[in-house]
């Protein structure tokens, strides 16, 4: 029973395409992310929404853009894309308290190339 | 701003011999503290966290890590190696407004037999 699911897991399309990621989460979390890791490996935040409000936007191009139906899904929608956007995009979730913060859970993330 | 630097972007060691992987923070305030690790082609699965509770924290599969506010480090540790620790580690402060994580670079560990 997977905790955080992302689809799909694997996405390959020409520039110039929208495409969309979705995210689902079943642990009952307030607040969901997407991270982007770059050919690198750094992980750097995009977007964060706590109870489907948007509470993070990291200077994030306008061609990206973060959706969230309910409190359990938060999907990434990307208009016109480009070669740089080629990435492995996780989600994730986790309950943010007074006072700290518990752990992040995440997604087995979905790589995108962009040809 | 709350930050984190990982000193080795690779280690390498040997099959039963002990795991030290570096960590240093920046952080205005007591931080929340978190080790990950990524299996090639994985996602990425909490080891362990430090939330003030304890300086010394015990995590999963052996490894643990110590808070020391001294010197604002937080070093992962594991006393025998094992070949499927190979993976990329990454150090972790969570940022105090909307449970933003800050990620290390990585340290790459490999395991020879």
């Known amino acids: 029973d997977t905790a955080v699911s992302q689809t799909p897991k694997y996405l390959v399309t020409q520039m110039g395409n929208d495409k969309s990621i979705k995210c689902e989460q079943n642990?009952?979390?307030?607040?969901m992310y997407w991270y982007k890791q770059d050919s690198k490996k750094f992980l750097k935040i995009m977007f964060s929404y706590n109870n489907k409000e948007l509470i993070i936007n990291e200077t994030v191009p306008n061609r990206f853009s973060p959706k969230s139906p309910d409190k359990a899904h938060l999907n990434l929608h990307i208009n016109s894309l480009e070669l740089g956007d080629s990435a492995v995009y996780f989600c994730?979730?986790?309950?943010?308290?007074?006072?700290?913060?518990?752990?992040?859970?995440f997604g087995q993330g979905t790589r995108l190339t962009v040809v | 701003a709350q930050s984190v630097t990982q000193l080795d972007s690779h280690v390498s060691v040997s099959e039963g011999t002990p795991v030290l992987l570096r960590c240093n923070y920046s952080s205005s305030y007591s931080p929340s503290l978190f080790w990950y690790v990524q299996h090639p082609n994985k996602g990425l699965q909490l080891l362990l966290k430090y939330t003030s509770a304890a300086t010394l924290v015990k995590g999963i599969n052996g490894f643990e890590a110590e808070f020391k506010k001294s010197e604002t480090s937080f070093h992962l540790t594991k006393p025998s190696a094992h070949m499927s620790d190979a993976a990329e580690y990454f150090c972790v402060v969570s940022d105090s407004g909307g449970g933003k994580l800050i990620f290390g670079q990585g340290t790459e560990l490999s395991v020879k037999p």
């Open positions: 994730a979730s986790s309950q943010v308290r007074t006072g700290g913060v518990t752990e992040a859970f």
């Open positions: 642990l009952g979390h307030d607040t």
